[in-house]
Structure formats: C-alpha cells, structure tokens
C-alpha cells in the first residue's frame, strides 16, 4: 500500500501545492502507508532546467519536514511500460485538432474539458490513410459509452461519463492519464491525494485502471488555494513560494505553521513539527473550503 506526491517540474512549488503534499503525507503515513515520491516530467524532457527545478521540489518539501519511501520515481525513465500498456488497449488513431474537437463537441465540463464526439473512429482506412500524410495522429482509448464510480474521502461517489480520451499525444508522448495510472499500478499506490481540479478526471482513469488489471485507488481532491479573488494560487499572486517567503523573512518552519493552520491543525504562529501534526490529523475534520492565500 502506497500514497504519493507527483509534482511536474514546471516551476518552484507554491504553497497550494505544498499544502497538498502535507495532506498526501498526513493520509499516507496515517494509514500505514508507503509515500512515493513521482517526478512526472513528461512535458519536461526538453527543458533544459526540469532536473534543477525538481531539486528545488525535493529540497522545499524536505524543509517542511516531509520524508519519502524508496528511490524517486521519474516518468521520463518510464517510456517502455507506457508503450506496453497501450498494447493491451482497444485504441484507434485520431487526427482531431483542438478546434476541430472544441467545435464538434458538447459544451465543456467545469474543467475545460470537452468529451471526445468520436469523429475518428468513424473514419474508412482510406481517409485514415489520407489523413496521416496530413499530421501525425495521437492514440485514443476506445471506451464505448462506459460509465464509471469513485469514490472520493470527501466528495463522496463521483460518476462520469468516459469519452475516447487520449492515451498517446500526437507527438508520441503518453498521455497524463495513461501515465499516472501506469505508474500507480507498478507502484502499488492504492491512495490518491491531490488538488480537487483533478477530480473530474477520477472516473476516466479509475476505468483505465480496470482495464489494465489494477485495483482502483482511494481518492482524495484537497481543496485548492486561491488569492482573495477566488482563483487558483499562481505566481503572480506574490511570495506564494518557499524561495520567495524565504528571502521575504519567512522561515520553513513558519511556512509549516501557515499550512497547519489552513487545515486547523495548529494554531496562528504555533511552532509544530510534520510528525506533530501527523498526531492531531482527523481526514474527517479536514476544511472542505478553498483555503484563501493571503
């Protein structure tokens, strides 16, 4: 059994993120879990600073005082498995762009999201033959109409509808949701956590997880962090990470603090420890609200 934190090296983790991270830890050391510690730089192989920005990843959560089991894991060294995987799939070879889809589809979900019409599957090989001298295809999972159920620690049973999505990009790299559910599997994660934008894409890969002969996982989508505006932390919302607090006077332990108390594990300017709070952590108690950076 294994929970995980799998961050991308895009940029310095932020103090949603590392909210997120205090909440996968508390859970998964909680329960007796493994927690596993994944790089998915899958977007990143071509960017020359990915390995620098992971090291600052790994060292900001350390400072923080949260621990990992095992060797970290990196997507990037993981191709062949996600190769394989798509092997034991029922897929088809769509040509679709973004507007084509976006024009075609029904309206989006809440997170942008628009479900897959099926316009390739529908194509005679002769106009797939014609279509690739036009672009390369991506790789997308045949999956018939399904309907699938998770559950979520705090959102209860979410279901949804699983379109055609997509497992290879049309540049020949996996996609998010084949690979974290090729990794979960191979890693024995039974035990999600991550930020609640990503639950809408639970049933598409608890399905997947199925159909590649592994258990589906518990789930549990932390509320996000957002500025005083109601949208998702980012960079320009100011010293938002632990570089930036840092050079601003603000300790990690002090960083600590303020995620305890966003979770109503400490109280304002009380020193604690990740191991103390891994005493007082209730998932039940857990605030169900969008914790606003101030």
């Known amino acids: 059994m294994a929970g995980r934190f799998a961050p991308s090296p895009t940029s310095d983790l932020h103090l949603g993120n590392l909210r997120t991270a205090l909440v996968a830890w508390l859970l998964a050391r909680g329960s007796g879990r493994r927690f596993l510690l994944r790089i998915e730089d899958l977007d990143t192989q071509r960017v020359a600073a990915a390995p620098e920005v992971a ?9 923080i005082g949260l621990d990992f089991d095992g060797e970290v894991a990196w997507q990037s060294r993981r191709l062949p498995g996600y190769a ?6 029922d897929t088809y070879e769509c040509f679709c762009t973004r507007r084509e889809i976006a024009e075609a589809a029904s309206a989006p979900h809440d997170d942008g999201y628009r ?11 002769a106009e797939r033959t014609r279509r690739r001298r036009e672009r390369p295809p991506a790789t997308r999972v045949r999956a018939a109409g399904a309907v699938q159920t ?33 990794d979960d599997i191979a890693q024995g994660v039974d035990q999600v956590v991550r930020g609640d934008d990503l639950l809408s894409s639970s049933p598409r890969q608890a399905w997947l997880t199925r159909r590649l002969g592994g258990a589906v996982p518990r789930y549990a989508h932390v509320p ?3 500025n005083v505006h109601g949208r998702r932390l980012a960079k320009r919302d100011g010293a938002v990470t632990l570089a930036e607090l840092t050079r601003a006077g603000v300790t ?3 960083v600590l603090n303020r995620l305890a108390h966003s979770l109503d594990l400490a109280g304002p300017d ?16 857990l605030p169900r609200e969008p914790w606003v950076v101030r």
Do not use: I, K
């Open 55 to 63: 090291a600052r990843q790994l060292a900001d959560l350390a400072a």
């Open 84 to 89: 394989e995987a798509v092997t034991r799939l």
């Open 115 to 125: 479900p897959y019409p099926g316009t390739c599957l529908r194509l005679s090989e």
């Open 150 to 182: 998770v559950t979520d620690l705090w959102a209860g049973e979410v279901t949804g509808a699983v379109d055609d999505f997509v497992v290879v990009r049309n540049d020949g790299v996996p996609a998010y949701n084949l690979a974290v559910v090729v």
């Open 224 to 226: 996000l962090a957002v």
């Open 252 to 254: 990690p332990a002090q």
């Open 270 to 285: 009380e020193p604690v420890t990740a191991r103390q709070l891994l005493e007082r952590f209730d998932p039940a108690e």
